[in-house]
């Protein structure tokens, strides 16, 4: 089977969040099974090393409306695993992936550049094409809209993964002359259409052969209005389409036995070795270094959906406990102010580290005793996975993936493996946090709680066997119904949209 997985992000190019880990350890994971999955993706900075190395497939044009604009489809394999990269200085030689007012026009360029790279795959000629999120979407129904009664694209089969509702690709109906497609026929309701303007998603979504979230409970919550953001409706008609499949994590990124950017290793055998971390941690950090004051840390984008306002309406009474609090993470200005003033109140006590630091991270994931994600939403979450295979027990809200993998201690059964609150309130949230650190005092039972963490399985190989049976369903299914485009059309169309040369 061959699948290309399409995705504006991937670890260990470019990474602005857990995307980017996905779009590298979901592929790795499913080519271990023994599926020719590869990554295609836009070339932003690289460093010369990587420049060097790569391979050169091909140069085109693509038209976005009126412009005329040069692609080139670059190819490389790295850590075993095949990558393409769509070339356009212009649109992608940028330090970020996305956050910028011409999105629209980068990702309409990406999507439209893949779909004619297709062309220079050489052997290479997928029988699915799985795009992720809202950047991508578009070349599932594009694919049609511009070849449809061409073989090599009829053939191919696609599935459409969310890993974030909120974020849909949304734009002024202004931004339809990128596509040159035909208003009437497409700018509709069951198409591009959304209120007033187009959802780049909600066409993704509305055309896949098949619809996958990064939770079961996601999947759930994504079909009613408060979680959909304006596209639970189109969900629920696609509800039968729709599957959950939760996130695992890259255990050789993530191993605390051998990994070499936390201060010291250790296991699950030998967890004695995590106090080293955390009293090397509290010495990096400024705070306190005292191994029994418990650390309680985020590391997190500073965001509404993550909660952090609750934590800024707990922060007064949860610092009146002898804790310390680490955060970590980059995001609203509000948040990261407010979260600089909380340090500044409780110095020595509270440490933020406004900073996308990937190595600082990981000490913190290794150093700390509590990881808290307080999120309003959360598709699948990565953190608590990676908290847990570092011996940090979670304490979670419980929604989408958070509720999906982390369940409530259980002091009579010794069952369970965090602590968990329902509602999105500051109290249930110190509830939990002042449940958690009873336990964290009974030494025995926190032990055991450690060891229940790290002894989780979070690898992919679970989700991977999901997604290669839900491949293999998509290809024996019928073809979907697509826009009945005449064949003598077709290729002017082609031409007129595309043309390579
Ligand atoms: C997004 C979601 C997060 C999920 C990740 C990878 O960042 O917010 O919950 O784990 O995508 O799927």
Redesign the pocket.
Known sequence: MKILFVAAEAYPFIKA???G??AYSLPKALRKSGMDVRVIMPRYKLPKKIKRIMKKLASYKIYIGWKTVYCSLWYLEWNGLPYYFIDNPEYFYRPNPYGYNDDDERFVCFSKAVLEGLKYMGDFKPDIMHC??WHTALAIPLKDAYYQGNSLYDDIKTVF?I??I?YQGVYGKDTLWMLGLDEKKYYTENKLKYYDGISFMKWGIAAADKVT???KS?AEEIQQSWFGYGLHSVLRERKNDLHGIV?GIDYEVFNPENDKEIFNNFSREIPSGKKINKLKLQEKLGLEVNENIPIIAMVT?LTD?KGIGLLEGAMHRLMKREVQLVITGTGQEHYENALRYMENRYKGKVKVVIEFDQILSKQIYAGSDLFLMP?K???????QLIAMRYGTVPIVRKT???KDTVKEYNEYTGQGNGFTFNNYSTEDMLFSIERALSFYEKKEVWNNLVNTVMNEDNTWEKSASKYKKLYERVLLAKPRKVHNVKKKNRKNKEQLLIASC
């Not at 939403?377 to 953190?383: D, Q, T």
């Open positions: 969040g857990g995307l880990d996905v992720n999120d993964t890993h974030n909120l979230t990064v939770s996601y996130n984008r959906q999120s939403f959360e598709p699948c979450g990565l953190g989408g993936g958070l």
